[in-house]
């Protein structure tokens, strides 16, 4: 839709209102860690930072020898609508906007190897997320074939409006690279998901991204506090 693009996320925290509002809400982890997925999950840590990506249509980046470090296939926007409260995610919403994304990227839910979830590391959101996630890939994915998921949050906090870029950029490095980091605060899985009837592994160690030819496929999921 543009020939060029700067897309960027920047959170910075001048003022400890909202902080103060998050911690009274009792959403923050008291010991200043998010642990996505985790049994120990207690809530998020806010964090600062900033992250910009170059967009441009392939064929132009390709024409103009630019060094293409990814594609985006597909995107899709969509918002939670009722729910049972402002911290309160909808599933179903999560469900949808992520079957649309593969199906405007013109994939299918077995080609994606890899997702980058939002995972913030509080009890409700992330059961929810993953139970998502098992509704959309519970049949394309196996244990022996399982899809891969991580959330970035986990390393360096919740950058709140930059966390989908975050996201971006780590998953455009795992891509150069080839690995999957392991998810650091990842000890004991939550009890609140059900791990054995789902096709879904946290990775505790560094692995391989893929096999070593061939192109890999992720996905970025990014939710915003009002339901977007």
């Not at 902080?19 to 806010?46: E, Q, W, Y």
């Not at 132009?60 to 293409?68: E, L, S, Y």
Request: aromatic letters at 4%.
């Amino acid at each position: 839709e543009s020939d060029l693009c700067l897309v960027q996320g920047v959170n910075i925290l001048l003022s400890p209102e909202i902080t103060i509002n998050h911690s009274r809400a009792g959403m923050l982890a008291p010991d200043g860690r998010c642990k996505a997925f985790d049994d120990s999950a207690d809530g998020f840590v806010r964090s600062e930072g900033c992250g910009a990506i170059v967009l441009k249509p392939l064929s132009k980046a390709r024409k103009d020898g630019d060094n293409v470090l990814a594609v985006i296939k597909g995107d899709c926007v969509n918002h939670d609508g009722h729910s049972s409260g402002l911290t309160v995610p909808s599933g179903p919403s999560q469900q949808e906007v992520i079957r649309s994304a593969i199906k405007n990227a013109n994939l299918k839910p077995e080609d994606i190897h890899y997702i980058e979830s939002h995972g913030t590391g509080t009890a409700m959101g992330d059961p929810i997320e993953i139970g998502a996630l098992a509704a959309v890939f519970g049949t394309s994915h196996s244990k022996l074939q399982p899809l891969i998921v991580g959330s970035v949050k986990a390393n360096i906090g919740h950058l709140e409006p930059a966390a989908g870029i975050a996201g971006i950029i780590k998953t455009v490095l795992m891509i150069q690279h080839r690995k999957i980091p392991g998810q650091v605060h990842f000890n004991e899985p939550s009890h609140l998901i059900d791990w054995q009837n789902i096709p879904i592994k946290i990775p505790q160690a560094t692995m391989d991204f893929g096999k070593k030819a061939g192109s890999l496929i992720a996905g970025v999921s990014s939710f915003g506090f009002g339901g977007t």
